[in-house]
């Protein structure tokens, strides 16, 4: 089961800014780095953020990454048809039993 | 270019057992570790465990210690991950992806195969 929250869905028309949250505990995010992937319909996931706000080459500036406690967020400015996807943060959790990597629930982003 | 390229798609039965596969080029297979990812129909990822090729060390998820091998065979630059007696809530899609990025709990997973299918069924 997921030990990181995010909203279940999100949307927005062409142009707008999207922001999705994703939230865990000390043991994940508090501690670690939070990164993100885009999955389009019916392939494989992507990297879009790593190490809470690097884009990866290749990635358009319109996808941001930020981190704040024990919590981060995802912002897609200029929202484009081809953004519609899900998206999941993950990071790595520190607990009893030992070094896991965690992923979020997933948020399903439409675009009107 | 670096790419992980997974094996095909596979119907089994229950009770069967099964190995798919992850190979891996463009890079020096040995010196990245691997991770599988399971995503169940129409649900989100999650983590299965991770090898390092270069000496097989293998960590696995609680979840899923004790339900399924990882392996790897640096000869040939494959991953493997295997089931000795499917159930059919084993039908998922599974991903491998090489973790990449300094210390451990700063990594990330970059690439990602494309995935292999996997239904069991009687």
């Known amino acids: 089961q997921s030990v990181l929250t995010q909203p279940p869905s999100a949307s927005g028309t062409p142009g707008q800014r999207v922001t999705i949250s994703c939230s865990g505990s000390?043991?994940?995010?508090?501690?670690?780095?939070v990164n993100w992937y885009q999955q389009l319909p019916g392939t494989a996931p992507k990297l879009l953020i790593y190490?809470?706000?690097q884009r990866p080459s290749g990635v358009p500036d319109r996808f941001s990454g930020s981190k704040s406690g024990t919590s981060a967020s995802l912002a897609i400015s200029g929202l484009q048809s081809e953004d519609e996807a899900d998206y999941y943060c993950?990071?790595?959790?520190?607990?009893?039993?030992?070094?896991?990597?965690?992923f979020g629930t997933g948020t399903k982003v439409t675009v009107l | 270019e670096v790419q992980l390229v997974q094996s095909g798609a596979e119907v089994k039965k229950p009770g069967e057992s099964l190995k798919i596969s992850c190979k891996g080029s463009?890079?020096?297979?040995?010196?990245?570790?691997i991770g599988w990812v399971r995503q169940m129909p129409g649900k989100g990822l999650e983590w299965m465990g991770i090898?390092?090729?270069?000496?097989?060390?293998?960590r696995y998820s609680p979840s899923f210690q004790g339900q399924v091998t990882i392996s790897a065979d640096k000869s040939i630059s494959t991953a493997y991950l295997q089931w000795s007696s499917l159930k059919a809530s084993d039908t998922a899609m599974y991903y491998c992806?090489?973790?990449?990025?300094?210390?451990?709990?700063?990594?990330?997973?970059?690439?990602w195969g494309q995935g292999t299918l996997v239904t069991v069924s009687s």
């Open positions: 992806a090489r973790r990449i990025g300094g210390a451990p709990s700063l990594a990330w997973f970059d690439p």
């Open positions: 463009g890079y020096s297979f040995t010196s990245y570790w």
């Open positions: 090898i390092y090729p270069g000496d097989s060390d293998t």
């Open positions: 000390s043991s994940n995010i508090g501690s670690n780095t």
């Open positions: 190490s809470n706000n």
């Open positions: 993950a990071a790595w959790d520190d607990s009893l039993n030992g070094r896991n990597y965690v």
